[in-house]
């Protein structure tokens, strides 16, 4: 990752709570685990030695257990909590370490929250209650209105401007929640479970128009849940924290392919994996059954029961059984590519879950191309099956 596309960037970090969190970080130092120092000093462990990098216009969800040190995490990053040690860095500037009026400037313009439960104030309207941290701020009253009115639009609440709270659904008001956050435009907007709350199907809705939202506006968008549905579904990349540690961080299809421990393994039982693998991140090449076809017929290899040729190019020509290969001319064989001649060919972005039904009418391992029509690999009935009852 180049710098230019880091956002934040969280270079060892830790948290521990207590009134002498040097002692702990000895302790943590000199090999001492969380449970060990709460039991000795009764001192809490918060987060435990994280380094990561959260990725320009990215959406990072951060999943783990209760008290793994989620929320601990996010009050690092927006600065309501000091780290014990380590540092953070902001579009490349220090936010560690600041003084408390920069640090005041950080939070307010850098840092929008929306958090789980959203104290709206009952007796404000809905465009005073969005327009509310611009109030703090000190941005007049037009100005406030204007930017509000536009964030409630953008989270589909034109026309509810003057409504109260108590007139609104939970879903709506969380949605009011989240214009607050807008209006303020912040380089990173933080969310603590926002849709925990909301019943399942105005969370779904929910996370629809975040991932909408996210998509036209490029948004940094931080996520914290505890839900593997959610985090899969809007998470670009998921960090997993167990124990004030992060663990692991990747794609989702990173962890379900490679998780690195048990816990991590746990969180994805039991979610259909078939539903976020793609063709590509099962598919393997295996080169003594791939022939390039150069000008003459290929020899092929008796021994494997379907062939798969491929042009000078790499591009898929034809798969074939072996035994009943009749060589012909290649310059026959190459008028049309195997990719413009399927009815459904895979590719390597193809769900997986479509290559099921492809797999069960094929009789050869479903050959995966890219969307150039090359060969990258092929999967097996039973690599199939094998990958979807593994997670
Ligand atoms: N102010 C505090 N003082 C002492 N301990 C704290 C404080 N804040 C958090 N902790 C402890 O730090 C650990 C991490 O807590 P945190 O709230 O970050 O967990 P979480 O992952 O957000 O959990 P949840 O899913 O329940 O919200 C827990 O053991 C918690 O008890
Ligand atoms: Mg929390």
């Known amino acids: 990752m180049s710098h230019a ?14 009134p002498n969190p040097a002692m702990a970080m000895d302790m943590l130092r000199g090999g001492a685990d969380k449970k060990e120092i709460f039991s ?40 309501l909590i000091e780290p014990t040690s380590g ?11 600041l003084s408390d009026k920069a640090l005041l400037d950080v939070r307010r313009k850098d840092m929008g929250m929306v958090f789980q439960s959203f104290a709206l104030m009952p007796h404000m309207s809905v465009l005073e209650n969005t327009a509310f941290g611009l109030e703090i701020a000190g941005i007049s009253e037009s100005e406030r209105h204007a930017r509000a009115r536009e964030a409630l639009a953008q989270v589909g609440l034109a026309g509810h401007e003057h409504s109260y709270p108590h007139q609104l659904s939970g879903g709506m008001q969380q949605r009011v929640g989240l214009a607050r956050a807008l209006a303020n435009d912040p380089t ?19 996370q629809g128009e975040l991932i909408r939202l996210q998509a036209e506006q490029q948004r940094t968008i931080i996520f914290i849940s505890h839900d593997i549905e959610e ?45 976020v693998l793609k063709a590509g991140d099962v598919a393997k090449l295996d080169t003594h059954c791939v022939f390039k076809v150069n000008g003459k017929a290929p020899v092929l290899n008796q021994g494997i029961p379907y062939s798969y040729l491929i042009d000078e190019h790499g591009l898929l020509l034809d798969v074939v059984e072996t035994s009943e290969f009749v060589p012909h001319s290649p310059s026959r064989t190459a008028q049309k590519h ?15 879950h479509e290559v099921l039904g492809i797999a069960a009418e094929l009789p050869y391992p479903v050959p995966v191309l890219d969307r150039s029509g090359a060969l990258k690999g092929t999967i097996s009935q039973s690599q199939l099956l094998q990958t979807l009852s593994r997670v």
């Open 40 to 79: 000795k000093t009764g001192h809490v462990v918060g987060v435990f030695d994280a380094s990561f990098s959260v990725k320009r216009g990215e959406i990072f969800v951060i999943m783990g257990l209760s008290g793994s040190g989620k929320s601990t995490m996010v009050r690092l990053f927006n600065r």
């Open 5 to 18: 596309d880091e956002i934040l960037s969280v270079k060892n970090i830790f948290k521990v709570f207590g």
């Open 87 to 97: 540092s953070i860095h902001l579009n490349g500037r220090e936010i560690t370490g």
């Open 231 to 275: 985090a899969i579904r809007i998470g670009h990349r998921i960090a997993i924290m167990e124990g004030g540690r992060v663990v692991q961080i990747g794609t989702p299809q990173e962890l379900i392919n490679n998780p690195a421990n048990e816990y991590v393994r746990t969180f994805f039982k039991g979610f259909d994996g078939s539903r």
């Open 338 to 352: 195997y990719h413009t001649r399927e009815k459904q060919p895979v590719y390597i972005d193809t769900p997986l």
């Open 188 to 206: 990173i907007l933080l969310m603590d479970e926002a849709f925990s709350a909301l019943d399942p199907l105005i969370r779904s809705e929910m």
